[in-house]
Every structure is written in structure tokens, then in C-alpha cells.
């Protein structure tokens, strides 16, 4: 539906959208704030993103943040992605019901939930509490995310291409690999990156499982917010935001070019015939 | 027939999620039915797996109700679910008001303009929730943006108190959450066929009945899944309450991480824990069949 | 069967000059943009007619029929219902109903509830509402199926309850926009004739938008040929398929063969044409206002032209060629005949007998030949 585009509509449109970003770009014109006092406007200044940078202790916890993300979406994206297949094309098998409740059932229980008894399990087991142990948690509970996007990919893809591979003398691993995986290929990468924007914005999984050697980003900005604003959280939050920005936008312009692209092309075809 | 790739491929995420998200549930589950005591970990009785039988044994014989027993009788822990459910029925509410709107207009905007909406509405998602909760701190204080904007403007003579408050916690649900509201709404509006409305105009409705009789009730699956999407995760919500709200909030999150955390009660952490699964077991269930029956209306 | 009225001489309200039209467009224009959908056109359509609409797709029919339910509005001009202008008056307050392309069924309602929905909000009193629905669901015989959703009965069922939501409120107009388009080709042809009976019953007045000439003339008492925005042609479907008035109508309506020539004499009532040097002048009658040297086309029907082994004595027109195509289409063959200048002549010839042999077959030498009033003579 596309029709009569009202007042109403463009006044709930501006309104929902100046609810959405005047708080994120409050915070990011306060970031060059001069005064300490986050609220008070003393000029222009960029020293706080000066005084962020010599933090060690933010630089250590970005560095541990982006460890974690980045070989806990891997893991996450390899086992969703199966466990996609699975659901997706392997049809019935025993306990199949348990292991699609276990796909769904992270995505709605509450992070403390799932934080606490991961803890428990990694206590139970007696390992040492740290890097290690937030990458297993975070894998787990972003590896449902991943299997959710990469399922709906798959659910829409002509299985006959497939069995065309295999009619053509593919073995299954190769109608996958040649196949298969080229076409869900988007999914798996928005897969990944859902996977590792989770993994930056956990706070109380992480906090949970962690131990006193591994102090990820958001356990950082958690307890210097708890004590209120601070200058340097708006500038660590802008150079955030600024970065997520920069990396959907592109990549929403990239995706844009490539469908306008194929449009032409096809078009062009048309012409042609 | 055995094939071994197919047994790999359902082994490996099977047996992950089994020992990293059902297992560590049955401890949780343990422990609630244990005691707390002065050790390392603090609670009896322990598993001692070289016992055998007997270690088994002796374990459930430890094992009763008494954290179950203590959350029934301690008032707090009833006021706490009792509120966490009620701001998470209020947030629903209050995120459909203000995210209905916002779909409709979204699916009635041109075609060209509805990819860069979506992207403008999911955008926030992508950015820390952290640092989108913390914003509203800088907002709602008493010497906030807010307060000065509405001192400056004269509106009022005195700064209003909202951080802090319950009001405080609705506002930073209801911005956190939008987008759980406004995609699944927004996804039945746009494939809503636009010569329903027509034949509606065409059959007496003015434009306001079309939209009431037809719209409304057409887009009723996306309504229910955002309302879910938005009250399972706000019941067991942490950070909004732990930063916006203030020492009368009652949150069973909060309830859950201070019992953990800083009185080290293990057991009742985790009876917490056991019935705040329990309560939401219901919504869940119900969210999973309402998605199941949407797949099967749309097939 | 009955055969439609205005084959029985008595319904021609077109041809009464006292006849009062329910529709009148006069003089209306709508343009998109810079695009001009509707080109400054006039039409009247009269009480208890079957109008058809027909065109291809962007020739403005639906725009026209659109206007007609109040979801466009004329750029300039004016739309007559009854008398009155209806340009200001909003759908839902027009006594005219229309059934969508896509039926546009409610799927959150049952079948009775659709049909319900547009008497609930009209006058009728509530206590009438459920015995109108009843009588609607049983004019379509669908009684049994009252309680169903749209989403459990059949396409062809579908269509009809479709029908019965827009002619529950007893419009004076009922606007069908492509209604058999979904359906397959068996199941349209009868829904086809069960709409011509519906129509005569009510006689409501019904005008249908179509693409499809086989239905427009099968279902239709008057036919629109439209193109680019303009009537081309407004006729019975016999008038329109026997004497087309324009090139683009004979070639749109039917099969038929176009030979291009030159008018070579002309008397009061008979034309010769020549069209290829070389081979025989075509004889004609003359339609009017043709003069000698005019450039025109020639135009006849393939089930006109005969076909032969020897040359026909007593025939009008004799032109010799060669077999180059044989379609069989079970009742009847399509031959198609090559004359000497390259020219294609389509003859059809009814299977009268059953697995007889063909008289001719590819690369024979055979006549094609018609009587001088069975084609026309089109100058435009």
C-alpha cells in the first residue's frame, strides 16, 4: 500500500525519528564539550576524545571487546549456519523438536538468565573465568541469531539448484560449497555482523562470566555510568557510533548500487531480446 | 541409514547448545533446590562425582524448596515480579503508541523512500545499548537537557524528577525497544493490499472506518508479535532499570544480579532465576504459536 | 440459452435519441504527470447495459473505470451519474460497486461478514442484513460456504463472492475491473455466461474492463475499443467485428488478414483496389467518402476466404498462391496462403468431417477466393 501519504503520516514519521536520534546526537555534540560538566555547554573541544586515547584502562577492555567479537561471531557463524541447514534441509530426525526449542529459547530468555547459568556451568567445571569463557558464551547465544537469519535465507532458495549440482555431478559437500553457500552468502555475513554487534553490546552475559582478567568495553563504560556522565564516555560513545554509522550506511548504499545495478542489467536484457 | 556427514552436521550444534544452554538451565535448576553456605562455591550440597551412587543419593536428599519457600514469603520478591511485569505491560503499551504510527507511515511512504526508512529505524539497533540508555541520563537529570530546555522556555519554575523514576525506566524502554515494535508491525502493513482499503471505501467506509475494520485488524499478527518482542526481554530488563530507574524500582533483573553479585546468594539467584523462566515460559510459548500459525496463514 | 437482449431487437437504447444515459462522460481528461491517460472523452452507457471496456494495458480502461468509483478524479470534464456530476462525491458515499482484479476479499472475515460489510454500513436496517447476505450467498451458489474464510474456497469461488459484496447494496452500477482474469480458460468461459445471466436477473448496469476481446464479446451489449486514452470504437460486439471502423480495430479484435493498396476506381458501391502488380485487383464495396487514388487497406476475416485447387468461376475475387502453413485447431484448420508478391492470406476451413484427408497440404498450388461484401475497405 502506497497511497495517500498524510500530514498525519509525515508528522508521526518526523516525530518518531526526532525521538530516535536527538538523544544519540545530544550526546555526540556534547562529546565536544569543553566543561567536565557533561551538561553544560563551555565551548568547543576535542580533548576528552585526548584524554580517552591515554585511558589504558579503556584501551585494554576495547582491545579484549573486539577479541571476543571477532572469534565469537566466527564460531557463531559457522554453527549457525549449520544448524540452519539442519533445521532448514535435513528434514525430521530424534530430538529434532529439543534442538529448534534450544535454536529459539536464547533469543527470549533474559540475559541474566542466560549470564547466571553459564557462570554456574563454568563453575561447575572448574574453569578459569576470562576471555575464553565470554567467546564460549557469546558464540552460544549469537549462534541462535545467526541460525534464525541464515534459515530465512535458505527457506527461500530453490532447493532444486542444489539437486541440479548434484545431478551435475557435485558431491554434497561441493553442491554446498559451489552452490549453495555463494547464494546464502549475504545471509551469513549479516549473519556475522549481527553476531559481532552483539558480542560489542553485551553487558550482563559478559559480566557474568567473566573473571578479574577480562573487563570487556561495556563492563567499562557500565560501572564509570553508574557513578554518572562523564566526558569521556560521550567521546567513546560518539567514535561508536560514528563507526556503526559509517558501516551500515555503506553498506545499505553498497547493497542500494548492486539491486539498481541488476535492475539495469536486467533491463538492458530485455532490450536485447 | 547411516550417513556420517549428516550425523556431523547435526552433532556439532546439537551437543554445543546442548552442554552450553540446556546443561547449564539443569544447574541453575540445581542449585535453586540447594542451600547457601560459606564456601567456595558458596552453596551445599556439592556433587562429588568419585561418590557414585551414593553421592546421588545424597545429593537430592539435599536438595528441597526452601529458596522457593524464602521467595513466597520475602515480599520484595513478589513485588519485583509483580512490577517487572506490570512496566513491562505498560513499556508494550506505550511502545505500540508510539510505534504503530511510525509503521503505518512507513508503509504508506513511496516505494523508493521505504529502504532508507527501514535503515533509519534499525540503525539505532546496530549502535550499543548502553550508550543509548546512557543518553537518556544526560536527558532526564535534573539539570538534563530536558529540565533546562523546559526552565529556559518557562514552562515550568521548578526541575521536573524523572531520572531516577519509573517514568524514567518507560521512556528508555520505550526508545530502546522501538524497533521490536515498529518492524514486525511494519512488515504486515506493507504487505497489506491497498485495494482492500479501496474496496472498503467502495463498499460505505469513510477513511478512518477502512482503517479501523481492515487496517487494524489485518495487522493484528504484527501487533502481537511486536507486543511480545518487546514484553519477554523487557521482564527480565537489567540495564534500563539499573540506570534510569531509581532505588523504587523494582525490577526482577536488578533483584536477580544484586542477589548475585553483591549478597553472593547462589541458591536464591537462581530460584530467582527458575521462576522468572517460569512466568515467562507462558508468553513464550504463546509468541511461538502465534509465529507458527503467521508462517502457516502466510503459506 | 438466452440470447442477449439487443439480439432480439429490443434493447438498443443507444440508437433512441430520447433514451436518458445513467453515465455520461463528457468532454474528460485526466492526466498523471505529464502523462494523459484519459484524452478529452465522451461516451454514454445506458440503464441495464453490459458495457465492456477493452484495450490493452495503458490504454486508460481502468483509469476510465476508476474515475467511474470515485479513486480518481477527472482533470477536466465531468462524469454524469444519473444526471448529477459525481466528481465530488467520495467513493464511499456513491452508489456504484465495483469487483477487484484481485477481488480484494477481506481474509480477516468470513464470506457472509464480506458480503455483510458494505449493507452494515448502509441504511438497511440490522435485522434484514443477514437475509440479504443469504440471498447474495445463494444467487452465486455459495450458501453452504457462509462460514469460510476466503482462504478455503477456490479461485472461481472467490470470484463469485467478490461479486456478490459489490452487488449486495443493489448499485446502479457495478464496475467489474478484469473479473475472469485469474481464472483458467475453462472456468472463465462458463463464468462468463453465469455473469450474463446475473446481469440480466438484476438488470443492474454493469461495466466491465478487460483486455480479453473474446470476452468483451461474449459478455458485452456494447463494446469500447479503446487506445492511447480515446474510444476508438464504441459498437455491438457484431458491428465491431464485422465492420471495424479503423485498421487498429479490426486487427485487435479477431484474426483477420490487412492488404495494403490504393483505390483504383471507385463507383457508388464498389471499389477496385489494387494492392501487388502482377496479380488481380481486389473487388469491393466502397465504403464512404473513399475517392479514387486514395491509399487504403483492405480487410477480411480468414473464415471469409475460401480456398481451392482450381480456380472458382463464379467468385468475385480469385488470387492464386501457395499452401506454406497448416494449423489444426480441432474444429477447424488455418491455412496460410502465400501469393505471389509475398503477402500472407489466412483462410480458415471448419473439420467438417472427421479424419477426412486434407484436400491440400504444404507447397501446393491452391486459390484463395471471397465474395466482394466479405471484406472492408478501411481508409484510416
Known sequence: MSRRFSWFNATSLTLGFVFLYLPILILVAYSFNQSKLVTVWAGFSTKWYGELFQNQAFMDAAIVTLKVAVVSSTI????????????????????????????????????????????????????????????????TFSMCYVSVVVSSRLVSFDQSLEEAALDLGCTPWDAFRSVTLPIIAPAVISGWLLAFTLSLDDLVIASFVSGPSATTLPMKIFS???????????ALSTIMIAIVTVGVVSSSLLNKRATVRRLRQEQDALKQS | MFNPRRLFLILVPYSWLFFLFLVPFGIVLKISLSDAALSIPPYTPQFDPEGGWAAIRELFSGFDLENFIWLSEDNLYWKA????????????????????????????????????????????FWTSFLIRVYAWIGILGSNGYLNQLLLWSGVIDEPLVILNTNWAVYIGIVYTYLP??????????????????????DLGCSRFQAFWLVTVPLSRPGIIAGCFLVFIPVVGEFVIPSLLGGSKTLMIGKILWDEFFSNRDWPVASAVAVVLLLILIIPIILFQRQQQRAQEAEQ | MNLPAEQTGDFIPWEDADAKPIIRFQGVTKKFGDFTAIDNLSLDIYEREFFALLGPSGCGKTTLMRMLAGFETPTSGEIMLDGQNIAPVPPNKRPVNMMFQSYALFPHLTLADNIAFGLKRSDMPKSEIAGRVDEMLSL????????????QISGGQRQRVALARALAKSPKLLLLDEPLAALDKKLREETQFELMDIQEK????????????????????RVAVMDHGQLVQVATPEQIYEFPNSRYVADFIGDVNLIEGAAKSVTKDAAVIS???????????????????DNCCFAIRPEKVSISAEKPTDAANALPGKVLDIGYLGNMSTYHVELGNGQIIKAQVANQRRLSRRAYTWDDQVWVSFTATAGLVLSA
Open chain 1, 76 to 139: 557463531a557463524t559457522i554453527l549457525g549456519t549449520m544448524a540452519a541447514y539442519v533445521l532448514v534441509r535435513l528434514g525430521r530426525f530424534k530430538g529434532r523438536t529439543l534442538f529448534s526449542g534450544m535454536i529459539y529459547a536464547p533469543l527470549v530468555v533474559p540475559d541474566v538468565i542466560v549470564g547466571l547459568s553459564l557462570l554456574l556451568l563454568f563453575i561447575s567445571l572448574g574453569m578459569g573465568r576470562g576471555v575464553t569463557t565470554i567467546v564460549l558464551a557469546h558464540a
Open chain 1, 224 to 234: 564509570q555510568v553508574r557513578l554518572g556522565l562523564s566526558p569521556e564516555i560521550n
Open chain 2, 81 to 124: 515480579y509483580l512490577s517487572s511485569v506490570w512496566i513491562a505491560l505498560v513499556s508494550v503499551l506505550l511502545t505500540l503508541l508510539v510505534g504503530y504510527p511510525i509503521a503505518y507511515a512507513m508503509a504508506r511512504s513511496s516505494e523508493e523512500w521505504r529502504p532508507t526508512l527501514l535503515m533509519l529505524v534499525i540503525l539505532p
Open chain 3, 275 to 293: 494492392w501487388a502488380e502482377g496479380l488481380p485487383d481486389i473487388n469491393a464495396a466502397a465504403p464512404e467518402g473513399l475517392a479514387k487514388g
Open chain 3, 140 to 151: 452465486v451458489q455459495l450458501s453452504k460456504f457462509g462460514s469460510r474464510k476466503p482462504h
Open chain 3, 202 to 221: 438484476l438488470g443492474t448496469t454493469f461495466v466491465i474492463v478487460t483486455h480479453d476481446q473474446e470476452e468483451a464479446m461474449t459478455v458485452a451489449s
Open chain 2, 180 to 201: 521490536f515494535m515498529v518492524l514486525p508491525i511494519y512488515a504486515t502493513l506493507e504487505k497489506l493490499d491497498g485495494d482492500l482499503l479501496e474496496a472498503a471505501e
